[in-house]
């Protein structure tokens, strides 16, 4: 019987060998660091070059994302409400008719016949029906009185064709306006109002508005409005128009919340005197209702087309406040940007300076393709590099030996 000279390793030493075998890949992974060769490169323009991107870098997460962008802190918008009250008397003298008028009093127009409805027969009213109409037409034509047709609406008719010129109430100019604003920040828990600290009840019986000497008084002469926005009151007066108050919370909880107080602004926004289209449509702003009574039994009316300015108050707000988790994002993403400056730099060093080759073999190594040797069951391709490295290490010495 044949008997091999080569001894098997028994089962023992293959468990034993995939112990080892384990436990010194789990040894490199924990205990050993790898890291990229660097290349220290000396060159002026490539340095310079460098520098200033980097600094660009610099300036750009220092100037734009801390200081303008406020990337260290987190943000919070505000919800809230606004009250608003006027206050103001007018007197008119219009041909000997004295009249006092408080905010609840508007101007109606008189009110004659529609000439639109004019007719000859009751041929001439039939199947007409106006969306701008006065009110539902019979089918008659009332020949022998006004020649028009018979309408069922409210009498006299609604003729809003003259409008006073100047405006009849041009006394609510120095009418008064109180605003009563109120914000919370819910992911800070931070409540504000407009009577900020130092605004109690006899402060406001004595302020009004000045952008500069009394900023956050919150009550306003209308025609101090209606000039911040651009206006002129006594146009703006005649057909209407809108004005824009934007009541502005840009807030730094960083610093003390009483710090925190609104800035106020104003826009107009349709009205404008200076426009020079005359046929535009829909001129200014006004609006009809009318107030029902009952007299000899009989239900009537009284309506109102009113032209007047209508306020809209915007309310806008942003609270900051310093916050970990946003400052170390930007920072990361600061330190990732200072990548640029090695792209580049690698980009001019690789194309387009004259030793751009002699930069390339520096860079990258590039290694010969080597046979592998047959690898024990369980010796890993670490080790087999090892040996190489070894041999070639002997190689080179040897020529310096001999010398």
Same mark, same amino acid.
């Not at 001894?7 to 293959?14: A, D, T, W, Y």
């Not at 001439?124 to 969306?131: F, K, L, M, N, Q």
């Not at 002699?358 to 010969?368: A, G, I, R, S």
């Given at each position: 019987m044949y008997t091999s000279g080569v001894?098997?390793?028994?089962?023992?030493? #293959?468990s034993s060998k995939m112990k080892s075998f384990i436990t010194n890949t789990l040894s490199d992974f924990f205990f050993e660091y790898e890291t990229p060769r660097q290349v220290l490169v000396r060159s002026r323009r490539v340095g310079v070059v460098c520098r200033l991107i980097q600094l660009g870098v610099l300036a750009y997460i220092? +100037?734009?994302?801390?200081? =303008?962008?406020k990337g260290y802190q987190s943000s919070d918008t505000a919800v809230g409400? /606004?009250?608003? !009250?006027? !206050? +103001?008397v007018g007197y008119t003298n219009v041909t000997g008719e004295e009249r006092i008028w408080d905010v609840a009093d508007y101007v109606f127009p008189v009110q004659p016949p529609n000439s639109k409805n004019r007719c000859s027969s009751d041929a001439?009213?039939? +199947?007409?029906?106006?969306?701008t109409g006065d009110g539902h037409m019979t089918g008659k034509c009332l020949v022998n009185t006004t020649k028009m047709c018979e309408v069922l609406a409210w009498c006299p008719v609604e003729d809003d064709s003259s409008i006073p010129d100047p405006a009849l109430l041009m006394s609510a100019e120095n009418f008064t306006l109180f605003i009563k604003n109120t914000i919370n920040f819910p992911a800070y828990g931070v409540m504000r109002c407009n009577l900020v600290e130092g605004i109690d009840n006899q402060y406001i019986k004595s302020c009004l508005y000045d952008p500069k000497t009394a900023p956050l008084c919150p009550i306003f002469r209308l025609g101090d409005l209606v000039q911040m926005s651009g206006f002129n009151f006594a146009a703006i007066a005649k057909v209407g128009g809108a004005i824009g108050i934007i009541i502005d919370w840009t807030c730094n909880l960083d610093h003390d919340q009483s710090d925190c107080k609104p800035i106020y602004s104003f826009h107009g926004l349709y009205g404008n005197p200076d426009e020079a289209d005359t046929a535009r449509a829909s001129v200014g702003y006004n609006f009809r209702y009318a107030k029902h009574y009952m007299e000899? !039994?009989?239900?009537? #009316?009284?309506?109102? !087309?009113?032209? +007047?300015?209508?306020?809209?108050?915007? /309310?806008?707000?942003?609270?900051?406040k310093f916050d970990i988790i946003p400052t170390l994002t930007a920072i990361g993403s600061g330190v990732g940007i200072f990548g640029v400056a090695t792209v580049v730099c690698d980009l001019i060093l690789l194309y387009l300076l004259p030793k751009r080759e002699? =930069?390339?073999?520096?860079?990258?190594?590039?290694?010969?393709t080597m046979e592998k040797e047959p690898l024990d069951e369980f010796k890993s391709e670490k080790e087999v590099s090892k040996k190489h490295s070894e041999e070639v290490l002997v190689h080179h010495e040897a020529p310096l030996s001999e010398t």
């Open positions: 001894e098997r390793p028994s089962s023992l030493q #293959r220092i +100037g734009w994302v801390f200081i =303008y962008e409400s /606004v009250l608003t !009250k006027m !206050k +103001g001439d009213c039939e +199947g007409r029906s106006e969306r000899d !039994k009989q239900e009537k #009316r009284t309506l109102l !087309k009113v032209f +007047g300015i209508r306020f809209d108050i915007i /309310v806008r707000s942003v609270a900051r002699f =930069y390339n073999n520096m860079k990258f190594k590039v290694t010969e």
